[in-house]
């Protein structure tokens, strides 16, 4: 299991408990569907989007929240099978998507692989939502900057720059691509760790300027040996991967490292999402 401390309004600050390797339920009891999620802070509240895998490989997007990390309630389907797009669930599916906040334009995106069954469109999405909870529209989708790309997550810079970050050209190189200033397209690309077969990128800023980065190896649904590299520039002086954590990662797959705000400390909480191969 893992600890944090967390502050919630009004409240002093409590432990709160976080039990790992079991499936977690909402308030209503429901399994919460939501893998290789994307999460968020908006208020008080924690904003997770995720895969639903009830249908293993035809994923709708769903939204939970909670306040404490622990107790989820559900929140929306935010991008349905053949709603949101009528290829969505025929030629298209949706893989990790993550979510971000605009605060110039005050909207919410979702970002994600959109792939094929096949594997051979390797292309991205973009999602938008004039509130977090609500039904997403379909802005783009298509290889961004005309390059290849796969398994993806995004960063949000502490000067408001956004990234999307993803594998590229059948999963040779991770890309930085940085988005526009409305977040709905990328306008320049960065190749990272050429010909290292890395997926599944998580980036994390130190209070220093220091950015840390964990990714796994590409092994299909089968977990491996995450590995940490950092830098103090997102393009350039990444240094040599080195491992952390287990073989297999506590048989998980990076999906994002949390920032969590204490009144006495801040603490970071490295988020691996457990696929359950091959029941998903």
């Not at 306040?67 to 030629?91: M, P």
């Not at 949706?94 to 970002?111: D, M, S």
């Not at 103090?232 to 990444?238: K, N, V």
Request: proline share 4%.
């Amino acid at each position: 299991m893992a600890m944090l401390v967390t502050m919630t309004s009004g409240a002093q600050n409590e432990w709160v408990t976080i039990q790992n390797g079991q499936l977690w339920k909402t308030e209503t009891g429901d399994v919460v569907q939501a893998h290789a999620p994307g999460v968020l802070r908006v208020g008080d509240r924690w904003y997770m989007c995720g895969e639903d895998r009830s249908v293993p490989f035809s994923p709708d997007v769903n939204l939970y929240s909670s306040t404490d990390l622990q107790n989820w309630r559900f929140e929306n389907k935010i991008i349905k099978n053949g709603v949101t797009t009528a290829e969505l669930g025929r030629s298209r599916m949706i893989e990790r998507p993550k979510l971000l906040y605009n605060a110039k334009t005050g909207k919410y995106l979702v970002w994600c692989h959109y792939e094929s069954s096949n594997y051979g469109a390797s292309e991205a999405a973009c999602f938008e939502c004039d509130s977090v909870n609500g039904d997403y529209r379909f802005v783009w989708g298509g290889r961004p900057l005309g390059i290849k790309s796969r398994d993806c997550n995004i960063y949000q810079d502490t000067d408001g720059t956004a990234y999307f970050i993803s594998t590229t050209e059948e999963n040779q190189h991770l890309g930085l691509f940085r988005l526009s200033d409305d977040y709905r397209e990328a306008v320049e690309h960065t190749q990272l760790f050429p010909r290292q077969s890395r997926e599944a990128p998580a980036i994390v800023r130190m209070p220093e300027g220091r950015y840390f980065m964990f990714s796994s190896a590409c092994s299909g649904w089968a977990p491996n040996q995450c590995k940490m590299s950092h830098s103090t520039d997102l393009r350039s002086g990444w240094t040599p991967l080195e491992n952390t954590g287990n073989v297999i990662a506590y048989d998980t797959q990076a999906a994002a490292i949390l920032e969590i705000k204490g009144t006495k400390a801040t603490t970071y909480l490295y988020v691996g999402d457990r696929w359950q191969d091959p029941s998903l």
